[in-house]
C-alpha cells in the first residue's frame, strides 16, 4: 500500500499532465487549418465551328442475282460484278478506293396459307465501297456503274480529306469563345479580370449541314449525269476550362 503522506502529489500532476495535452491538441488544431482560395473559379465550356465543303465521297453499290441454283446465281452476279469493277478502273479509280463490303447468298422462298414453303430460287448480293476523291466525276462513275450492272445503290456520306486545318481554327475560335464568356462573368459579377487556370478539349468530327440546292449543279461536271450534292460539313471542337476571377 501506498503510504498516506505521498496520495496530496498525485492529483496536480495528473491535471498538469491534461493541461499540456489539451495545449499540443490545440496546437496541432490550428496548424491543420489551410486558408481558403482568395479567388472563386468559373468553370465553364464553349465551342468553335468552322465551316467547309466536302472534297470526298463513299458511296455503296452492288449487284443483286436471282437464279434457280445456287451455282447459278453466284456465277451470275460474278460475271456482272467483274464488269462493274472494270468500268471502276476505267473511271480513274484506283484499287485502294474499292473495297468489298459484302457477299451473300440466301434461298429465296414462297409462302402460302397452310402450305409448306416451297424453295423457288437463290439470291446471290455482292456490295463494295467506292471512294470518290473527285466529287464533280461523282455522278459520272454512278451512272457508269450502273450501266455495268449495279443494281443497288445503298448510300453515301461525304468526307474531308484533311481535317487538321479545319481543326486548328475551330480551336482558335473555341477558345475565344471561352474567353469571352469568361469576361462576360467577370463583368457581371463586379470582377475586374479573370486568369485562365485550366483548359481540356473535346471531341472534333465534322457533322454534315445542309447547302442551298442550288450548288447542286456545281456537283456534276457532265452534263446529263446523275446530280449529286455535297452540302456542308462542319467541324467542331468542344472545350472546357477555369478562370480565376480577379477582384
Same mark, same amino acid.
Given at each position: 500500500?501506498?503510504?498516506a503522506?505521498?496520495r ?7 491535471v498538469?499532465?491534461?493541461g ?8 496541432g488544431a ?16 464553349a465551342?468553335?465551328?468552322v ?5 470526298r465521297?463513299?458511296?455503296?453499290v452492288?449487284?443483286q442475282?436471282?437464279?434457280p ?5 453466284m ?6 460484278m467483274t464488269?462493274?469493277?472494270a ?9 485502294r478506293?474499292?473495297q ?7 434461298a429465296?422462298?414462297s ?14 448480293s455482292?456490295?463494295?465501297?467506292i471512294?470518290v ?8 462513275v454512278l451512272d ?12 453515301i ?8 486545318g479545319?481543326e486548328?481554327a ?5 477558345v475565344? #469563345? !471561352?474567353k %469571352?464568356? *469568361?469576361?462576360?462573368y +467577370?463583368? $457581371?459579377t463586379?470582377?475586374?479580370?479573370v ?5 481540356s ?10 447547302? #442551298? !440546292?442550288m %450548288?447542286? *449543279?456545281?456537283?456534276? +461536271?457532265? $452534263?446529263g449525269?446523275?446530280?449529286?450534292a455535297?452540302?456542308e460539313?462542319?467541324v467542331?471542337i ?10
Amino acid at each position: 500500500m501506498t503510504p498516506a503522506h505521498t496520495r496530496p502529489f498525485a492529483q496536480p500532476l495528473r491535471v498538469a499532465s491534461l493541461g499540456l495535452l489539451l495545449a499540443s491538441l490545440s496546437i496541432g488544431a490550428a496548424s491543420a487549418q489551410t486558408p481558403t482560395s482568395p479567388n472563386p473559379l468559373l468553370h465553364l465550356s464553349a465551342y468553335g465551328e468552322v465551316k467547309a465543303a466536302p472534297d470526298r465521297a463513299t458511296i455503296s453499290v452492288g449487284v443483286q442475282t436471282l437464279a434457280p441454283t445456287a451455282a447459278q446465281a453466284m456465277a451470275q452476279n460474278r460475271e456482272r460484278m467483274t464488269k462493274v469493277m472494270a468500268m471502276l478502273m476505267k473511271q480513274g479509280l484506283a484499287a485502294r478506293d474499292i473495297q468489298t463490303s459484302s457477299i451473300d447468298l440466301n434461298a429465296q422462298y414462297s409462302y402460302n396459307q397452310n402450305e409448306p414453303p416451297k424453295l423457288t430460287g437463290y439470291q446471290a448480293s455482292n456490295a463494295v465501297m467506292i471512294m470518290v476523291n473527285d466529287l464533280p466525276r461523282l455522278g459520272p462513275v454512278l451512272d457508269a456503274v450502273v450501266e455495268a450492272g449495279v443494281n443497288q445503290v445503298n448510300g453515301i456520306s461525304f468526307g474531308l480529306k484533311n481535317t487538321q486545318g479545319l481543326e486548328d481554327a475551330a480551336r482558335v475560335a473555341a477558345v475565344k #469563345a !471561352l474567353k %469571352a464568356k *469568361a469576361d462576360l462573368y +467577370a463583368s $457581371a459579377t463586379g470582377h475586374r479580370s479573370v486568369r485562365l487556370v485550366s483548359l481540356s478539349e473535346g471531341g472534333g468530327s465534322p457533322e454534315p449541314r445542309p447547302m #442551298a !440546292l442550288m %450548288a447542286m *449543279a456545281k456537283m456534276g +461536271a457532265d $452534263a446529263g449525269s446523275t446530280p449529286v450534292a455535297g452540302g456542308e460539313l462542319t467541324v467542331r471542337i468542344d472545350v472546357t476550362g477555369d478562370y480565376a476571377l480577379i477582384p
